[in-house]
Protein backbone atom coordinates (compact mmCIF):
# COMPACT_ATOMS: atom_id res chain seq x y z
CA UNK A 1 0.00 0.00 0.00
CA UNK A 2 1.24 3.40 -0.80
CA UNK A 3 -0.43 6.56 -0.30
CA UNK A 4 1.03 10.44 -0.69
CA UNK A 5 -0.72 13.55 0.68
CA UNK A 6 0.05 16.90 1.14
CA UNK A 7 1.98 17.96 4.58
CA UNK A 8 -1.24 19.76 6.31
CA UNK A 9 -1.98 19.13 9.97
CA UNK A 10 -5.32 18.11 8.68
CA UNK A 11 -4.46 15.06 7.04
CA UNK A 12 -2.66 13.24 9.79
CA UNK A 13 -5.39 11.79 11.16
CA UNK A 14 -5.85 10.31 7.49
CA UNK A 15 -3.19 8.51 7.80
CA UNK A 16 -3.26 6.93 11.06
CA UNK A 17 -6.67 5.69 9.57
CA UNK A 18 -5.79 4.58 6.65
CA UNK A 19 -2.27 2.83 7.87
CA UNK A 20 -4.77 1.03 10.84
CA UNK A 21 -7.45 -0.17 7.93
CA UNK A 22 -4.30 -1.48 6.17
CA UNK A 23 -3.14 -3.78 9.21
CA UNK A 24 -5.95 -4.59 10.00
CA UNK A 25 -5.81 -7.24 7.42
CA UNK A 26 -3.67 -9.17 9.93
CA UNK A 27 -6.03 -9.17 12.48
CA UNK A 28 -4.26 -7.24 15.55
CA UNK A 29 -5.49 -6.13 18.94
CA UNK A 30 -7.24 -3.42 19.83
CA UNK A 31 -4.17 -2.79 21.63
CA UNK A 32 -1.40 -3.41 18.62
CA UNK A 33 -3.54 -1.16 16.45
CA UNK A 34 -3.75 1.79 19.08
CA UNK A 35 0.21 1.51 19.34
CA UNK A 36 0.24 1.73 15.37
CA UNK A 37 -1.91 4.87 14.67
CA UNK A 38 -0.04 6.52 17.45
CA UNK A 39 3.39 5.95 15.96
CA UNK A 40 2.05 6.84 12.63
CA UNK A 41 1.17 9.84 14.08
CA UNK A 42 4.15 10.99 15.63
CA UNK A 43 5.91 10.33 12.17
CA UNK A 44 3.25 11.99 10.42
CA UNK A 45 3.44 15.05 12.67
CA UNK A 46 6.93 15.19 12.68
CA UNK A 47 7.44 15.03 8.90
CA UNK A 48 4.88 18.31 8.60
CA UNK A 49 6.61 20.47 11.70
CA UNK A 50 9.95 19.69 11.33
CA UNK A 51 10.44 17.95 7.80
CA UNK A 52 8.56 21.00 5.84
CA UNK A 53 8.42 23.66 8.57
CA UNK A 54 6.45 26.25 7.48
CA UNK A 55 6.23 24.90 3.82
CA UNK A 56 4.25 22.25 2.21
CA UNK A 57 5.39 19.37 0.59
CA UNK A 58 4.76 15.94 0.02
CA UNK A 59 4.24 12.88 2.45
CA UNK A 60 4.55 9.28 1.31
CA UNK A 61 3.81 6.38 3.37
CA UNK A 62 4.21 2.83 2.26
CA UNK A 63 2.74 -0.19 4.03
CA UNK A 64 3.84 -4.15 3.35
CA UNK A 65 1.96 -6.62 4.97
CA UNK A 66 3.70 -9.75 5.94
CA UNK A 67 2.30 -12.63 8.17
CA UNK A 68 2.95 -11.32 11.71
CA UNK A 69 4.73 -8.21 11.05
CA UNK A 70 3.78 -5.01 8.93
CA UNK A 71 6.46 -2.40 8.03
CA UNK A 72 5.20 1.25 7.63
CA UNK A 73 7.68 3.42 5.86
CA UNK A 74 7.03 7.41 6.38
CA UNK A 75 9.04 9.93 4.08
CA UNK A 76 9.54 13.26 3.43
CA UNK A 77 11.47 15.47 1.17
CA UNK A 78 11.72 18.30 3.60
CA UNK A 79 15.01 19.70 5.32
CA UNK A 80 15.87 16.60 7.04
CA UNK A 81 17.75 15.75 9.91
CA UNK A 82 21.32 16.91 11.15
CA UNK A 83 21.84 15.05 14.15
CA UNK A 84 19.49 11.63 14.41
CA UNK A 85 21.19 10.40 17.46
CA UNK A 86 20.26 14.22 19.60
CA UNK A 87 16.89 13.97 17.75
CA UNK A 88 15.98 10.57 18.91
CA UNK A 89 16.82 11.79 22.33
CA UNK A 90 13.49 11.73 24.98
CA UNK A 91 12.78 15.46 25.62
CA UNK A 92 14.23 17.18 22.82
CA UNK A 93 12.87 19.08 20.27
CA UNK A 94 14.53 21.79 18.13
CA UNK A 95 10.94 23.83 17.88
CA UNK A 96 10.22 24.48 21.86
CA UNK A 97 8.52 27.50 21.02
CA UNK A 98 5.56 25.85 19.30
CA UNK A 99 5.63 24.05 23.18
CA UNK A 100 6.56 20.22 21.40
CA UNK A 101 7.21 17.37 23.53
CA UNK A 102 10.10 16.43 22.18
CA UNK A 103 8.96 12.87 22.91
CA UNK A 104 7.76 11.89 18.75
CA UNK A 105 10.59 9.30 18.37
CA UNK A 106 10.54 7.98 22.13
CA UNK A 107 7.03 7.37 21.70
CA UNK A 108 7.54 5.39 17.74
CA UNK A 109 9.84 3.58 19.72
CA UNK A 110 8.31 2.46 22.03
CA UNK A 111 4.92 1.80 20.84
CA UNK A 112 6.74 -0.15 17.99
CA UNK A 113 9.12 -3.16 17.71
CA UNK A 114 11.48 -1.62 15.29
CA UNK A 115 11.93 1.90 14.24
CA UNK A 116 14.93 3.21 11.64
CA UNK A 117 15.62 6.66 11.14
CA UNK A 118 17.54 7.44 7.72
CA UNK A 119 17.78 11.42 7.02
CA UNK A 120 19.93 13.74 4.72
CA UNK A 121 19.77 16.81 5.52
CA UNK A 122 18.50 18.95 2.61
CA UNK A 123 17.17 15.72 1.11
CA UNK A 124 14.06 14.34 3.59
CA UNK A 125 13.63 11.78 6.44
CA UNK A 126 12.43 7.77 6.12
CA UNK A 127 11.26 6.60 9.01
CA UNK A 128 10.65 2.78 8.65
CA UNK A 129 8.45 0.83 12.16
CA UNK A 130 8.19 -2.23 12.51
CA UNK A 131 4.80 -4.06 14.58
CA UNK A 132 4.89 -7.81 15.15
CA UNK A 133 1.21 -9.16 15.16
CA UNK A 134 -0.06 -11.71 17.40
CA UNK A 135 3.31 -11.61 18.79
CA UNK A 136 3.19 -14.50 21.54
CA UNK A 137 -0.50 -14.59 21.66
CA UNK A 138 -3.03 -17.38 20.70
CA UNK A 139 -5.88 -16.32 19.13
CA UNK A 140 -9.31 -18.32 19.95
CA UNK A 141 -11.68 -19.38 16.47
CA UNK A 142 -15.48 -20.19 17.31
Known amino acids: MQLDFVSKSENESFARVVVAAFASQLD ?5 LADIKTA ?6 NAIIH ?6 GIIR ?3 KLYEDKVVITIQDWGKGIEDIEKARQPLWTSKPEL ?4 MGFTIMEDFMDELKVDSTPGEGTVVTM ?3 INKGTV ?3 T
Open 28 to 32: PTLDE
Open 40 to 45: VSEAVT
Open 51 to 56: GYENTV
Open 61 to 63: ISS
Open 99 to 102: ERSG
Open 130 to 132: VKN
Open 139 to 141: RQT
